[in-house]
């Protein structure tokens, strides 16, 4: 792999809009059909391209939400209000358009199946398609790897995947929690509040169980959860992590 | 918190070097520090990108894209180690 790697070019390629899934009504799922993919590791993203006909060009980067699959490529875009890109991936863009994409990129956030230590993913908000990768991967390839997934939303209507999470939570050795910080279902008893050291010490293994964990989402966000991981005793090379951007709202 | 970090930075560098980079190891010229390209504290200010330290600051990589060229300023890194396989 690493040689390949190494030999690849990272070329514009083409890609047609092939599916569209409402995840949320602020999160669109885009599956992308592009001839000439190489395929890609759980964890990866592309950089996306949008030209105007002036020429002006914007671009942008996506994880890739699945496991490889052929030619298939499926990102999953967070409404950012008056956003360049991301409002139009949500609103304008139809089955059977054309977009302009590189990758995969990624070459440290990344987790392969293959029975390594436990696995810890914690994502807040789109934070959780790179993770969500790894999880499908984890299934799909019958590895083992005990994986907790911890999901930060808003509510209950925020949580990207929430069905198939809910699924998921059912599979030997993985495990799912949720935390909603602004508001909350009738009769929730899960996690209210943001991702905190009493919640992680709660939930996280030990540092001696070698766990290594991911964690993704904005920057606020993604800089707290490592940070706390690390004050739990986690050596900061098993915390990586993936900034998105600004927090938003 | 407007950064980002050197995984957003990856495609811009497999450009720059011929291969992706955010796995491999840079040592900090100001502190020593060695970590993955990954962990930079990345600000994004077209034209250019500037990388820090995550550890002490120090500008590590700075790419600017020009019409036809683009300008890479690794003055803050002593040295790159890259995994050969
Ligand atoms: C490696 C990587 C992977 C990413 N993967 C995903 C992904 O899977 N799904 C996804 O939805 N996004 C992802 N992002 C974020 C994405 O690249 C864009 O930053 C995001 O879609 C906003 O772009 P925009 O053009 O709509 O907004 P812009 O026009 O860039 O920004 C508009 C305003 O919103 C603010 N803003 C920018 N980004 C964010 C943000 N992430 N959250 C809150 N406010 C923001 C800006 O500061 C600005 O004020 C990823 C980013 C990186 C670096
Ligand atoms: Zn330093």
């Known amino acids: ?49 949008l030209t105007a006909p002036d020429g002006y060009q914007a671009q942008r980067s996506y994880s890739i939400a699945t496991p490889s699959e052929g030619e ?11 956003g360049e890109v991301s409002p139009f991936l949500l609103d304008v863009v139809a089955p059977g358009d054309r977009l ?40 799909s390839s019958g590895d083992g790897t005990p994986m907790h997934l911890l999901v930060s939303a808003r509510s209950r209507d925020d949580i990207v995947y929430r069905e198939e999470l809910e699924t998921l939570s059912h599979h030997d050795g993985v495990v799912v929690t949720l935390t909603l910080t602004r508001s909350r279902p009738e009769g929730w008893t899960g996690y209210d509040r943001r991702v905190d ?15 290594v964990s991911y964690v ?25 992590t993936e900034r998105f951007g600004p927090t938003g709202g | 918190m407007r950064h980002v970090d050197g995984n957003a930075m990856g495609g811009l560098l497999w450009e720059v ?13 100001g502190c020593g520090a060695v970590n993955p390209l990954a962990t930079l504290t990345v600000y994004r200010d077209a034209p250019g990108e500037v990388a820090r330290c995550p550890a002490c600051g120090t500008v590590s990589i700075v790419v600017v894209r020009m019409p036809h060229a683009i300008r890479v300023t690794i003055e803050g890194v002593r040295w790159l180690q890259i995994h050969t396989g």
């Open chain 1, 197 to 211: 050291g009493a919640m992680l010490r709660d939930l996280v293994m030990s540092p001696d169980s070698g766990l």
């Open chain 2, 17 to 29: 070097f011929g291969a992706e980079m955010t796995h491999q190891l840079g040592c900090c010229a």
């Open chain 1, 1 to 49: 792999m690493a040689g390949a790697e190494i030999q690849r070019r990272l070329n514009w390629l083409v890609a047609v809009v092939v599916g569209v899934v409402e995840e949320t009504p602020s999160v669109r799922s885009l599956t992308l059909s592009c001839p000439g993919w190489p395929g890609h590791r759980p964890g990866q993203h592309i950089d996306l391209r």
């Open chain 1, 100 to 139: 302009e994409l590189r990758g995969p990129i990624g070459g440290y956030f990344v987790w392969d199946p293959g029975e390594g230590p436990p696995v810890f993913l914690a994502g807040g908000g789109s934070g959780v398609v790179p993770l969500m990768a790894m999880l499908r991967a984890r299934i």
């Open chain 1, 72 to 82: 298939l490529v499926t990102i999953t875009v967070e409404r950012i209000f008056e």
């Open chain 1, 216 to 240: 993704c989402g904005p920057t606020g966000f993604t800089e707290s959860v490592a940070g706390l991981l690390v004050a739990l005793g986690h050596p900061p090379h098993r915390v990586l």
